[in-house]
């Protein structure tokens, strides 16, 4: 099994920023790609962010310009960096990890979620 253990969430005004962190551990052969998804009060969960292993990287066209996300590949950890909040990225947070538990079994793995309130 590998866990993932998300930090960094609290309550920011409009306008701030925060840095979330996501930490992987357990029986991870290789970790290939990472995430971060939100889900909003009443709301489907969406992506926000995603990066592969090698450093290639995706966002929702709401986040772009104001988030980044990065990684290190040493420390199994996949990071945040969230500019420029408005108060409709207020969410709960996942962290997502596509990860080979052995050469030839892939499984995806999720986070219990960080809360991110953005007061106006």
């Known amino acids: 099994q590998v866990q993932l253990v998300e930090s960094g969430g609290g309550l920011v005004q409009a306008g701030g920023s925060l840095r979330l962190s996501c930490a992987a551990s357990?029986?991870?052969?290789?970790?290939?790609?990472m995430g971060w998804y939100r889900q909003a009060p009443g709301k489907q969960r969406e992506l926000v962010a995603a990066i592969t292993s090698g450093g290639s990287t995706n966002y929702a066209d709401s986040v772009k310009g104001r988030f980044t996300i990065s990684r290190d590949n040493a420390k199994n950890t996949v990071f945040l960096q969230m500019s420029s909040l408005k108060p409709e990225d207020t969410a709960v947070y996942f962290c997502?990890?596509?990860?080979?538990?052995?050469?030839?079994?892939?499984?995806?793995?999720w986070g219990k979620g960080t809360l991110v309130t953005v007061s106006s």
């Open positions: 357990g029986s991870i052969f290789r970790l290939n790609a």
């Open positions: 997502n990890c596509n990860a080979n538990i052995d050469s030839w079994r892939i499984r995806d793995y």
